[in-house]
């Protein structure tokens, strides 16, 4: 009796674990065996799409909340990278419902009533499908060499602490940790900061999530971390520099580390943010002008984006970072908007100036794109593309004009992105069969053009159309391989 009684409780015990088990498959990701993709625990690929909703947990309420997550989930984005200790005065400044996340400014001593607000979006997010890239704190928490509202309220002692209890309340969440928030490691006080924050967070919550870092803009967080066996992936800020930045470099730079980690774009530059914001705009001078001749109405709209001597960032740089990113060995890629990250209402204080509320920008062109970037390379295995520029025939451009070109491991298909229309001349023997080649319509998610060519020799192609604005990701399928135009 005693051993059959015990036979119950072992087999009991086992189907809860295989139960448990299954239940946190779709609740996290892990590194696929290449390192060079995330998928979750069953082996299926991930494919990250992000948004970055800095303030999201700070400035919206629940209902806005719901509308900002459920068309996001409709853009086709997977993760929403959101900071639980904002940017924008967020130790002191209530969210919503007037809660701050510390007593006292103490991170040992968290607010649940703030906390509980962070649940509510986060059980939201996952009831969409949709994965939290959750950043514990922006970096203006902890001693940086570029401060921010802060206040500085991070030591070893209290980060640990603060991550063991978010670790704990998240364990079970779809989450991903992003530590950083904008800042570099400042020296080695600072670092062993994190590494404690860190130690907390996998305490808390057992090691079931992937850990990376968001640093300041124009590096990476292999610079300064790559060989911590806590940062699980590298991510980049490409920044807010210029158009057709070359976001490829830090692909191209992350791809040869060893060891050998996955890497993803975290901060691009954002739809309807100033090229070089920090340089071109003069908020003083524009503040202090009179009402009919500031580029800033009443209500602090951006009414002239003329102030900004290369204008703004548009969806076409949504589309050309987010092509070059890709097929640069990136296995993801995050989008953002200028009044998004902040939550921007009109009447507000602001960051940045903006040329809309959130709610206007939720809908803008280049957040449109995302879904059907995420409709080509779900249409094909994404994970099997290798970087390849070799498939161009002669010397490729930098610039606005430059090309890329990715290949799949078993030379099944081939995507070159065109960023200006241009003509391109094709190596087609890079596969080993005849060839199905189409065009994808970066803009509107069609094809047309498919046609059958010989894999031998060099082929010219040219898109549709050419020009600013005018991308086209030309589509080179073995035809042997049954692949589907779109």
Same mark, same amino acid.
């Given at each position: ?28 990701? @892990? ?21 970055? /909703?800095? +303030? ?68 939201? *997010? +996952? ?28 030591? #070893? ?20 940790? @992003? ?19 860190? *130690?907390?967070?996998? /305490? ?60 993803? +774009? ?73 009044? @998004? ?36 390379? +779900?249409?094909?295995?994404?994970? #099997? ?19 890329? /070109? ?47 060519? /010989? ?32």
């Amino acid at each position: 009796m005693m051993a059959k009684r015990l036979l119950f409780i072992c087999m009991a015990a086992f189907f809860l674990a295989a139960c448990q088990n299954n239940a946190d498959t779709s609740r996290s990701l @892990i590194v696929s065996g290449n390192n060079k993709y995330l998928t979750y625990p069953d082996g299926t690929p991930f494919l990250w799409i992000g948004d970055t /909703a800095w +303030e999201l947990f700070h400035k919206l309420d629940r209902e806005e909340a719901i509308e900002y997550l459920e068309n996001r989930a409709e853009k086709g984005i997977s993760v929403i990278q959101a900071v639980v200790l904002a940017e924008m005065d967020g130790l002191r400044l209530p969210n919503a419902y007037g809660e701050v996340p510390f007593i006292d400014l103490d991170p040992t001593q968290p607010n649940e009533a703030y906390f509980e607000h962070v649940d509510f979006i986060v059980d939201k *997010a +996952e009831s969409l499908g949709l994965f939290i890239g959750m950043l514990p704190t922006w970096g203006d928490k902890i001693h940086s060499e570029h401060p921010g509202s802060g206040p500085v309220v991070f030591n #070893k002692e209290n980060a640990q602490i603060y991550g063991e209890y978010l670790g704990k309340r998240y364990r079970d969440k779809p989450i991903v940790w @992003i530590l950083g928030g904008d800042r570099n490691i400042a020296n080695m006080e600072v670092l062993e900061i994190w590494r404690s924050m860190v *130690a907390g967070l996998e /305490a808390g919550d057992g090691e079931r999530h992937l850990v990376t870092y968001h640093p300041r803009g124009a590096t990476s967080s292999s610079w300064y971390l790559h060989n911590e066996d806590w940062l699980d992936f590298n991510m980049y800020q490409s920044g807010h520099t210029r158009h057709y930045s070359d976001v490829y470099r830090f692909a191209e730079h992350d791809a040869l580390l060893f060891p050998r980690k996955p890497f993803t +774009e975290g901060e691009p530059a954002y739809e309807d943010i100033g090229v070089s914001f920090w340089t071109n705009w003069n908020i003083a001078k524009a503040e202090s002008a009179s009402d009919t001749v500031s580029p800033i109405d009443h209500t602090g709209v951006l009414r002239d984006p003329s102030v900004y001597k290369e204008g703004l960032f548009t969806d076409a740089d949504v589309r050309v970072h987010g092509y070059w990113n890709f097929l640069a060995g990136s296995f993801g890629y995050t989008y953002g908007n200028n009044a @998004i990250w902040q939550m921007w209402e009109p009447g507000t204080p602001y960051a940045i100036p903006c040329t809309m509320s959130w709610r206007e920008a939720m809908d803008r062109p280049g957040a449109d794109d995302l879904r059907h970037m995420r409709k080509l390379f +779900e249409s094909r295995p994404f994970y #099997k593309l290798i970087p390849d520029q070799s498939v161009i025939y002669g010397p490729v451009p930098g610039g606005r004009e430059h090309i890329r /070109a990715a290949i799949a491991d078993d030379k099944t298909f081939m995507l070159v992105y065109l960023s200006v229309g241009q003509t391109v001349k094709v190596n087609m023997e890079k596969l080993d069969h005849p060839v199905n080649a189409w065009w994808y319509d970066t803009r509107e998610g069609t094809s047309s053009g498919a046609d059958e060519y /010989a894999n031998e020799g060099i082929r010219e192609f040219t898109p549709p159309t050419s020009g600013t604005g005018q991308d086209w990701m030309l589509v080179l399928d073995d035809a042997t391989a049954e692949l589907d135009t779109l």
